[in-house]
C-alpha cells in the first residue's frame, strides 16, 4: 500500500509561505504590499499610464531617494498599433511600476529599502521558502515526481547562494538522488524512467555541491561522487550524439541545445574521454570519432540569423534559456572560449539581441523578442554577459602566481583594468531593481513577476541573475593552469564594484554588504569550488575505459 506521504517537492512551496503567515511583522509588509498590488488602475492609453503614476527621480525633490526617472515612467518608445500583446506589456508596466517607485512614497512602501529606493533582500524569508520545498508533500503532488531532480538542485542552490548551511542535507541529498541513478548512465527523472540529460544535469550539480561543503566527511564525500558511474555516462552521450553533430536529450528524445550544453558540462565535469564510444551509431555508421565532431558548427546553426540570438535547434525562434546553452557549450570547447565563440557566432548580433532584451521601465529581461519580462531569465539572458564579457575581454594572467615574468606581471596590470571596468551593455542598476522591488514574493521566494506566485525555479535563477551582476567573471590563460587544461575550469570571478551612473554622480544601488550573494561558476551554475572538486575527483580515477584504437586518450 502506498503511504499517504511521498518524498515529493512542492515549486511554490505553500507551506513555507503559510508558515510564516502569522509573523506580525510579515503580515504588515505582506498587506502593504497587496495593497499596492490591488489598486493598479485599468489603463487604456500612454497618458493614462503617466498620470496614474507620476512619480519621478528628477521631479521629487524633496524625496531623498535616488531613482532615476527611466525606471519611474512608462517609456515613450511605443508603437501605435494595440495589440493583445501590447496590452498585456501595459499591464505588467502598470504592476511594476508601484513597485519600483513606492520609495517615493513612503506611506506605500511594503519593504525596507535602502537610501537608494531599492527594497533590501529578505534574506531569511527566502531561506525558510526554499527550506519549505525540500519538505514531504502530499501524496496529490505526485504530478511533479518527474522534476524531483530539478526541485533539489533549484532549493539546494538557491540556499547555497543565500549563505546558508548545508550540512544538515548531506544524507537526504543522497538518499534521494540515489533512487534517480540509472544503471545505464545519468539519471532518471522518476524510478523506472529511462535516463535523462534534463536529470542528470541538476543531480550531478547538486552531488557536487554537497560534496564540496567543508562539513562533509570523506567517507559520505566519495559516496555522492561514485553515485554517478562516469564510463556509463560516457557511453549514453556516445549514444545520444548526432551525425549533425548535437546531441539529443534522451535516446530517441529531441535534438536540441539543451543537449549539447549538459553533454559538454558532464564531459568537463568528469573528465570524460572526448572519443566516441566504438560501437555507437555516430562512429559505426557516420564515421565520427569524437563527442564534439561538428559540435561547434552545430550550434552556430542554432544561432537566428534575422534576430541574432540562439534558438533549440536551427532555423527556430531565438530564446533566453537556449541563448545561455549555447553560448556556454561554446565556451567549453576548444582551448579558449575566445576563439570557439567567436568562430562559430555571429558575437555582434548575438550582443545586440542580448541587449534587446532588457525592458524598460521594468529593468528585467524577456526571454524573446516581443515578450513580457520574467525573472528566471535574469540568469538565463543576464547570466550570458559574464561570459560574453569574458570573451570579448579575453583571458587573463593568474595574478597569485610569484614566479611571473616581466610580461606577465605587465598582464596582469592590463587585466586588473579589465576587471575595473562596468562593461556591462545593459543597465546593472536595472536588473538589481527589477529583481529586488519586483520579483520579491510576500512571506519570500522570488517569482516570475507581481501577481505570479513564486517557486522554487524562479527563486534559484532570479537570484543567480542578480549574483551575477555582483561580480566580474574572467577565465586565465591555459599557462597558469595545470596540465591537464580545460576551459571550464579556467574561470574565477571576483566581487564588482556596485556603482552605477545616475542621473548626476555615481552610486552603490545595493548598499550593504547584506545585499549580496555568493558567485556562482558562470557556466556550470554551481559554486565553482564544487565543480573544481568534481573535476579533481575524476581525474583521480582515471579513464582508462576511454582509449582510442591507436593506444591514446583524449
Not at 12 to 30: C, G, I, M
Not at 31 to 51: F, V
Not at 335 to 350: F, I
Not at 452 to 462: I, N, Q
Request: charged share 20%; aromatic share 8%; net charge neutral.
Amino acid at each position: 500500500m502506498r503511504s499517504s506521504k511521498r518524498r515529493v517537492i512542492f515549486p511554490k512551496s505553500t507551506r513555507a509561505f503559510l508558515s510564516q503567515s502569522n509573523n506580525p511583522s510579515l503580515k504588515q509588509k505582506d498587506s502593504k504590499l497587496m495593497e499596492i498590488e490591488s489598486t493598479i488602475p485599468p489603463l487604456s492609453s500612454l497618458k493614462d499610464m503617466e498620470q496614474s503614476f507620476p512619480f519621478s527621480a528628477s521631479a521629487s525633490s524633496s524625496s531623498p531617494f535616488k531613482i532615476p526617472s527611466h525606471f519611474t515612467k512608462p517609456s515613450r518608445f511605443r508603437d501605435s498599433l494595440r495589440t493583445q500583446t501590447s496590452k498585456v506589456q501595459d499591464e505588467v508596466v502598470a504592476a511594476a511600476l508601484p513597485l519600483l517607485t513606492a520609495a517615493l512614497n513612503p506611506s506605500s512602501d511594503p519593504f525596507e529599502s535602502n537610501p537608494h529606493g531599492v527594497p533590501r533582500l529578505n534574506r531569511e524569508e527566502h531561506v525558510e521558502f526554499l527550506q519549505g520545498g525540500l519538505e514531504e508533500f502530499p501524496a496529490q503532488m505526485v504530478g511533479l515526481d518527474a522534476s524531483r531532480p530539478w526541485m533539489v538542485y533549484w532549493s539546494m542552490t538557491g540556499l547555497w547562494l543565500l549563505g546558508e548551511d548545508m550540512s544538515t542535507y548531506e544524507e537526504s541529498a543522497l538518499k534521494t538522488l540515489t533512487i534517480f541513478s540509472h544503471p545505464s548512465g545519468g539519471f532518471s527523472s522518476s524510478p523506472g524512467h529511462s535516463p535523462h540529460l534534463a536529470s542528470t544535469y541538476p543531480a550531478i550539480l547538486t552531488l557536487a555541491l554537497m560534496a564540496s561543503l567543508p562539513s562533509t566527511s570523506p567517507t559520505t564525500r566519495s559516496k555522492l561522487y561514485t553515485l554517478t558511474n562516469r564510463r556509463q555516462l560516457w557511453r549514453l552521450l556516445s549514444r545520444l550524439k548526432q551525425p549533425s553533430g548535437g546531441f539529443r536529450v534522451s535516446e530517441g528524445g529531441e535534438e536540441d541545445v539543451r543537449g549539447a550544453y549538459i553533454a559538454m558540462v558532464c564531459i568537463a565535469l568528469l573528465d570524460l574521454p572526448l572519443n566516441l564510444a566504438e560501437d555507437c551509431d555516430a562512429r559505426r555508421k557516420h564515421g565520427m570519432r569524437y563527442l564534439t565532431d561538428g559540435l561547434g558548427e552545430w550550434v552556430g546553426r542554432c544561432q537566428s540569423r534575422w534576430e541574432g540570438g540562439i534558438a533549440e535547434k536551427p532555423a527556430r525562434e531565438a530564446h533566453g534559456a537556449y541563448a545561455f546553452c549555447g553560448l556556454a557549450c561554446l565556451c567549453l570547447i576548444g582551448s579558449d572560449p575566445r576563439e570557439s565563440v567567436q568562430r562559430y557566432l555571429n558575437v555582434d548580433g548575438l550582443t545586440r539581441w542580448l541587449a534587446m532584451r532588457q525592458n524598460a521601465p521594468e529593468g528585467g529581461f524577456s526571454g524573446r523578442t516581443g515578450k513580457l519580462v520574467d525573472g528566471c531569465y535574469t540568469l538565463w539572458v543576464g547570466g550570458c554577459w559574464p561570459l560574453l564579457l569574458g570573451v570579448l575581454n579575453g583571458p587573463v594572467h593568474n595574478s597569485e602566481r610569484i614566479d611571473k615574468t616581466k610580461e606577465e606581471e605587465d598582464d596582469d596590470t592590463a587585466a586588473q583594468t579589465i576587471l575595473q571596468k562596468e562593461g556591462w551593455m545593459v543597465s546593472r542598476e536595472g536588473i538589481a531593481r527589477w529583481v529586488l522591488s519586483c520579483c520579491q514574493q510576500p512571506g519570500g521566494g522570488l517569482r516570475d513577476k507581481p501577481g505570479k506566485p513564486g517557486d522554487s525555479y524562479h527563486t534559484l535563477y532570479t537570484l543567480a541573475g542578480l549574483s551575477a551582476t555582483q561580480h566580474q567573471h574572467y577565465y586565465l590563460t591555459p599557462t597558469t593552469l595545470h596540465e591537464k587544461f580545460t576551459p571550464g575550469m579556467a574561470w574565477r570571478s571576483q566581487p564588482l564594484n556596485p556603482v552605477f551612473a545616475a542621473e548626476t554622480e555615481p552610486y552603490d544601488v545595493w548598499g550593504e554588504d547584506e545585499e549580496r550573494l555568493r558567485p556562482l561558476h558562470p557556466i556550470f551554475c554551481c559554486p565553482r569550488e564544487a565543480a573544481e572538486g568534481i573535476r579533481r575527483w575524476s581525474e583521480e580515477q582515471g579513464r582508462g575505459w576511454g582509449v582510442l584504437e591507436g593506444g591514446g586518450i583524449v
